[in-house]
């Protein structure tokens, strides 16, 4: 545990702002605090928002002009995790849908979904090394939040934050370190999103809180940013270019960003323009980098100072509604 403490110290940098020292959590099971839209301001103010705001950022930045298909180191908890995410994907096979009147929000996801219930901690204590178990029962709440909501059979941005606070919670704890930073985002991430689009496939699932051809997108944000990240300072390609059909097909297994276009053309008809009118409009814009820093005002804006998006966001020790310390 020492040794682990250490390394933790060893491996972080001024850049990395979520590898804390152990000793400081009281593990407990992460619970909601912001119930009244008052209660934002508790939100941009914690600790919370700090280390998830910085987790993200660091994440981008570690993206920049790098290719999904570039070589990156890849960890055994980076393994763990993806195998992890098989298993989600297996269970998908395991679970059709079932036959009903309603097109959309298929009865079967709540099947899907208590499977992962009852057996989340189980999944993540195969992340969790045994010395920090503790840790298990509160990081695998981030998990079970992360698929959608078994009620309303919807997923949105609140669900896919709720990712993103899964593995910066397995950062803080020391499982995951600086230099998985790649593999997090190309492996790890493009992983949960692959499984994400067949769970919005297959279950026919509601966007949660969508705002319709005014959102960026039904389901997902984070790939966007990323994305555009990775695109920033391209030799030829250009935000303009992600509307042309051949330049998406030939280059989206390199880009997060073409790969989100590609699904939305798969799942959406009509003209581009008009089901997607945000990013219709970010191919106007002269430069990835200015893509990139607008689409991370834009998330800060809409998804992250947004109440019916924050309000089901859950807090414990990892990811505290204690304010920011200075």
């Not at 010395?131 to 698929?147: C, D, F, H, N, R």
């Not at 219709?280 to 200015?290: F, G």
Request: hydrophobic letters at 40%; glycine letters at 4%.
């Amino acid at each position: 545990m020492a040794e682990r403490e250490q390394q933790a110290e060893a491996d972080s940098s001024p850049e990395d702002k979520v590898l804390p020292s152990l000793p400081s959590y009281s593990f407990m099971i992460p619970k909601k605090e912001i119930n009244m839209v008052p209660d934002m301001a508790k939100w941009k103010c914690s600790q919370a928002y700090a280390d998830y705001i910085g987790f993200i950022m660091t994440l981008n930045g570690g993206a920049k002009g790098k290719k999904l298909t570039c070589e990156y180191r890849i960890s055994e908890p980076v393994e763990k995790l993806v195998a992890l995410l098989n298993t989600l994907d297996c269970w998908i096979d395991e679970t059709p849908p079932v036959d009903q009147p309603s097109r959309f929000g298929n009865k079967a996801f709540r099947t899907w979904y208590n499977k992962l219930d009852q057996e989340a901690e189980n999944l993540v204590a195969t992340v969790i090394p045994q010395q920090l178990s503790a840790a298990t029962p509160e990081v695998a709440v981030y998990l079970k939040e992360s698929v959608g909501n078994p009620t309303r059979i919807d997923y949105g941005t609140g669900h896919e934050a709720a990712f993103a606070a899964f593995l910066c919670c397995l950062c803080k704890i020391g499982v995951l370190q600086v230099d998985d930073q790649l593999a997090l985002v190309f492996k790890v991430f493009n992983r949960y999103l692959e499984v994400m689009r067949k769970l919005q496939k297959t279950y026919r699932m509601e966007p949660a809180g969508s705002q319709g051809v005014w959102g960026l997108d039904d389901f997902q944000f984070l790939p966007f940013i990323w994305g555009s990240a990775q695109l920033v300072d391209h030799p030829t390609l250009e935000p303009r270019h992600f509307l042309a059909e051949k330049v998406v097909n030939d280059n989206h297994k390199d880009y997060m960003f073409l790969e989100c276009i590609l699904f939305i053309t798969q799942m959406k008809t009509g003209p581009f323009a008009e089901h997607s009118n945000q990013l219709w409009n970010i191919s106007a814009v002269p430069s990835w980098a200015k893509v990139n820093q607008g689409l991370i005002r834009m998330y800060k804006a809409e998804c992250l100072e947004k109440f019916p998006v924050i309000q089901h966001f859950k807090f414990g020790s990892l990811l505290s509604i204690q304010p920011v310390k200075s």
